[in-house]
Structures are given as C-alpha cells and as structure tokens.
C-alpha cells in the first residue's frame, strides 16, 4: 500500500481551536512589538522591574508551622549528617593508622 494514498481523516475544527489560533496570534503581536529597552512598560505585562523572590520566600509561602518544623529538622540532620562524614573519615583514618604502621608493613612484605 502506497503511503502517499493514505489520507488523514479530515476533522472539523471547533470553537477550541478557534480559541487556540485566537490565542496565539495574540502572543504572537505581543511578542513582536515587545522591546525591551523601552522604560514606558512600568505598569504593562512585561514589567521587568518586579521583585524577585528567593528561594526561602517561595519555599515558605504556602507553608504551615508542620512543614516548617519538618523543613528545620531536615536541614539540621542534613546538616549534621554533613559534619559527620568528614569526622568519620578522619576516625577510620586514624583508626586505620594505628593498626597498621609502617614497620609491620615493611616487615609483612618481607620473605
């Protein structure tokens, strides 16, 4: 069978996408009259002097004293677990040491 011969099932366009193609040209005009030296768009919809929010503001937001609690013991074990694994590196280190020196190391690969 030829693909060529095969035809996609025509479908009447709805009020949905008369809505849709409405849209986009909207977007479209928009887009392209938007400069953005121009100072005049203080109160226009591509404002770029808004304030910016940081990380915690939107963290915190929609936030309840529960989430809050929950967030502050997180951090402080991440935290904690953090400090640990360097010590814990430094103990099996000098553990390590202690046990084996570098004379039974010399005197282990001795025949």
Do not use: H
């Amino acid at each position: 069978m030829d693909m060529a011969s095969v035809e996609a099932p025509l479908v009447a366009p709805t009020e949905k996408d008369d809505n849709m193609a409405e849209l986009v040209k909207i977007i479209e005009t928009k887009v392209e009259s938007f400069d953005p030296e121009k100072k005049e768009l203080k109160d226009g919809e591509f404002d770029t002097d808004q304030k910016k929010v940081g990380y915690c503001g939107l963290l915190m937001r929609y936030a309840n004293c529960t989430d809050k609690i929950f967030l502050i013991v997180a951090y402080s074990a991440a935290t904690i677990w953090g400090a640990c694994m360097p010590a814990l590196v430094l103990f099996f280190g000098e553990m390590i040491d202690s046990i084996a020196t570098i004379e039974t190391a010399a005197e282990s690969l001795s025949f």
